[in-house]
């Protein structure tokens, strides 16, 4: 395994209008941070991680601050060379990948949900001495609750608060184009399960995220190729939903719970919604157990 400086193998993509992506990973035989499990290889580099801005004149809307601070670096520093100089961040949740840049922009707004906010400040010890630490952490410095009307130069964008892969999760629509960026409500192929006994609740909000006037769908981890072509159809959500549900009948088919993730996702690759992709099966594997563990549905 080859292990290139930080932020070097970082890709800037421009899959919407007004809107930057700031790619990384899914490199074959290239780890970002060491050889040993790490949240930062393990989690997002290895899965391929993108985080976004919205961006129109001077002002920029930076949709989480990536997997390290060199990452948030160059975001800021090909932000700043393209003449903004207003800058606001929104966490999508309070997971490492999506916060580690934070210091970068510690002089900026910094906004999340109260949820994000409680749960970053309830684990500070584990996220600031965790591997790689995440330290110090900066926490976000505004926050609401429900929903949150804001605008980038003349582009309106809602944040959308929502339970899905996570209870604290954030979700940034632009109403005028149809655009989600989805952070990890969303990813391809399979969703990562973090709170195995919520799935239920999971499922409420991905239907009513169904419902939602969406064009495109940008998720943090993805294909870089489709995130280029400019995302995901409401299919994501689909097969999303699918799999939840299937996970689930894995606590009473045992033989569903033995299968690998192509075998599993068969029905969803089948569509084209999704693609496979063999860094995932350790996810699907883990999916699995934490579902078992969690025990029966409520």
């Known amino acids: 395994m080859t292990r290139p400086p930080l932020g070097s193998t970082m890709r800037l993509v421009r899959p919407a209008p007004n809107v930057l992506g700031f790619y990384d990973g899914r490199i074959d035989g290239v780890r970002a941070w060491s050889d040993e499990p790490n949240w930062l290889d393990d989690g997002a580099y290895a899965l391929g991680i993108c985080t976004y801005a919205v961006v129109d004149g001077p002002q920029a809307l930076v949709y989480d601050t990536h997997i390290s601070l060199p990452h948030a670096r160059s975001i800021r520093q090909t932000l700043e060379a393209m003449g903004v100089s207003s800058i606001r961040v929104v966490l999508s949740h309070w997971h490492d990948d999506h916060i580690a840049g934070n210091e970068v922009f510690q002089d900026c707004e910094i906004i999340a949900n109260k949820l994000t906010a409680s749960a970053l400040a309830n684990n500070r010890a584990e996220i600031e001495g965790g591997v ?25 964008v809602e944040l959308r608060q929502v339970e899905i892969h996570s209870h604290d999760g954030t979700v940034l629509f632009i109403p005028k184009t149809g655009l989600l960026l989805a952070g990890d409500t969303l990813e391809d192929p399979i969703t990562y399960v973090s709170e195995a006994d919520r799935l239920a609740e999971h499922l409420v909000d991905l239907e009513r995220m169904a419902g939602w ?86």
């Open 132 to 156: 790689p630490p995440i330290k110090p952490l900066v926490l976000p410095n505004r926050t609401f609750e429900g929903s949150l009307d804001l605008t980038v130069g003349s582009i309106a």
């Open 213 to 298: 006037p969406i064009d495109r769908i940008l998720p943090n981890h993805g294909s870089l190729e489709t995130i280029e072509r400019g995302g995901y159809d409401k299919g994501l959500i689909t097969a999303t939903q699918a799999y939840v549900q299937k996970l689930l009948r894995c606590r009473h088919e045992p033989d569903l719970a033995k299968q690998d993730l192509k075998t599993f996702g068969a029905d969803m690759f089948a569509t084209g919604a999704v693609e496979y992709f063999a860094l995932y099966d350790p996810v699907h594997r883990q999916n699995v157990e934490a579902v078992l563990a969690a025990g029966t549905d409520h």
